[in-house]
């Protein structure tokens, strides 16, 4: 709480390190360095002789640098849910939300996938879905896993999340499950006001979102057809698994390109300089998809009628760069594809005017936009 006695309002414009400044930049720099490293350790070995992430992984009994990097996720994110509830804890709807996002990271994103292989198990992470966990989809990964995590990943995807997303939105899982989403809530909450609102991010994001979707959908179709036809048509699995690129196939494209830079170097390492959910907003096909179900679903943001002031509080602690305001001042309640439901604008606002909803009478009773 500030001195003026308001949840994390006034703050946000005085502290240095949360608003672009050299303090910001070197935290920035910093986290990218640390992903550059994640990823392409290997390259870092080749140069330096050792692998400083593996061998921390050793030093700590942990089996390699990826359950490091899921022991130190979770460190964060808990570290970041103490400053969040610090601000933001006097909202019930808050501290469900993110106990929910802590407990399902440190269970369903950690601890099952590390237990799991010591009792003979498959390393399986039950709190991702296909398109965001792509390779989930590919035939041999179904084939090899057990038929319960085969049935529990394909019916998860298919069947629970648009459902789900249908009736409540895409925030049952953006701001409730997903670990992308829950560190950007968490540790990257000090950041949330620097989403640009501009016309031109908003055009940026519809574009590249649903470019990264549709990459993904073509990719796992052309896994799963040069695994069924492959054998028959060899120049169509040379394309397909890149023994004509060098070995670069379309799968380890992807998963350079949108796995490893936009998710973790770009998208979680630039939170300091462009807000937390940079990846969620621009580039996850999870988030475009159920975005999709959600502009056909109940979810609503409710405006109450000739109760805004145009404080703005809204606009600028909305994640996602949605100008909130805009449909408050003109009594418009809203459906936005890329509306995660954190919950934020209702919580801030001074007024009472917001109100998230899953009613299907809203619809009818109030003027709704969809865009
Ligand atoms: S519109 Fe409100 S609920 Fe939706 S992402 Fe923005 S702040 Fe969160
Ligand atoms: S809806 Fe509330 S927070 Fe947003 S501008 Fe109006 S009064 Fe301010």
């Not at 330096?48 to 992984?57: D, I, S, V």
């Not at 991702?128 to 529990?152: E, S």
């Not at 009628?305 to 408050?328: F, H, L, Q």
């Amino acid at each position: 709480m500030d001195l003026q006695g308001q949840n994390g309002l006034m703050s946000t414009y005085r502290e240095g390190w949360r608003n672009r400044n050299p303090a910001g930049i070197a935290a920035a720099v910093s986290i990218v360095a640390f992903y550059v490293v994640l990823y392409f350790e290997d390259k870092v070995t080749r140069y330096t002789g050792f692998a400083p992430l593996t061998g921390l992984a050793e030093a700590v009994g942990l089996r390699n640098r990826w359950y490091l990097y899921g022991f130190l996720y979770c460190l964060v994110m808990m570290a970041g849910a103490v400053y969040y509830l610090g601000r933001h804890g006097n909202s019930r709807y808050n501290r469900y939300r993110v106990g929910a996002n802590v407990g399902v990271q440190v269970t369903l994103g950690f601890l099952l996938p590390f237990v799991m292989p010591l009792f003979g198990g498959t390393e399986f992470y039950a709190s991702y879905f296909w398109p965001l966990k792509y390779d989930y989809f590919f035939p041999q990964t179904l084939q090899d896993l057990p038929v319960y995590m085969a049935v529990y990943t394909v019916a998860g995807s298919l069947v629970a999340a648009p459902i789900l997303a249908y009736f409540y939105g895409k925030r049952w899982y953006c701001s409730w499950v997903c670990g992308c989403g829950g560190l950007a809530n968490t540790f990257g909450d000090p950041w949330r006001h620097l989403t640009s609102t501009t016309a031109r991010s908003w055009r940026f994001e519809r574009a590249s979102i649903y470019t990264v979707l549709a990459f993904a959908v073509t990719m796992t179709v052309l896994v799963a057809v040069d695994f069924f036809i492959g054998d028959a048509h060899p120049s169509f699995h040379a394309f397909v698994s890149g023994e004509r690129w060098d070995d670069w196939s379309v799968k380890t494209f992807y998963g350079f390109f949108v796995g490893s830079i936009l998710a973790g170097v770009v998208g979680t390492g630039l939170y300091p300089l462009f807000g937390p959910r940079l990846w969620c907003r621009n580039f996850c096909p999870m988030a475009a998809l159920l975005g999709l179900i959600q502009k056909a679903g109940r979810f609503r943001i409710r405006v109450k009628k000739d109760m805004c002031i145009s404080c703005g509080n809204c606009t600028t602690y909305c994640e996602m760069g949605i100008d909130v305001r805009s449909y408050a001042q003109t009594n418009e309640s809203f459906t936005r594809a890329s509306c995660v439901g954190c919950g934020m604008c209702a919580h801030v606002c001074p007024r009472g005017v917001l109100r998230l909803e899953n009613d299907k009478t809203t619809k009818t009773t109030l003027p709704v936009v969809t865009s």
